[in-house]
């Protein structure tokens, strides 16, 4: 889990140091996030390892399929309340 990503330049290269730093780079990861800007979206997009959701589109095929998940806090907590009810 994570606090927040922030890519607000919206460059592919911003992001994959971010994930770099996590320990994250080359290995299929799904990335939920509680709100899906345009910045993140355009940066995630030419990142053929990542698949990035919001709490209401992820699926349990991504789930299964990546290697690693990783949350926004904002985002565990929606996926956490919708799995209680």
């Not at 290269?13 to 994250?24: D, E, H, P, R, T």
């Not at 998940?69 to 929606?78: G, T």
Request: with cysteine.
């Amino acid at each position: 889990m994570i606090e927040a990503l922030d890519v607000a330049d919206g460059k592919t290269k911003s992001l994959v140091a971010q994930l770099g730093a996590l320990g994250l780079k080359g290995e299929p990861t799904l990335l939920v996030v509680h709100e899906l800007d345009g910045h993140l979206a355009r940066a995630s997009r030419n990142v053929p390892w990542l698949i990035v959701e919001t709490p209401a589109h992820v699926s349990v095929y991504q789930l299964l399929r990546a290697r690693r998940v990783v949350c926004d806090r904002a985002a565990l907590q929606a996926l956490e309340q919708a799995l209680a009810g």
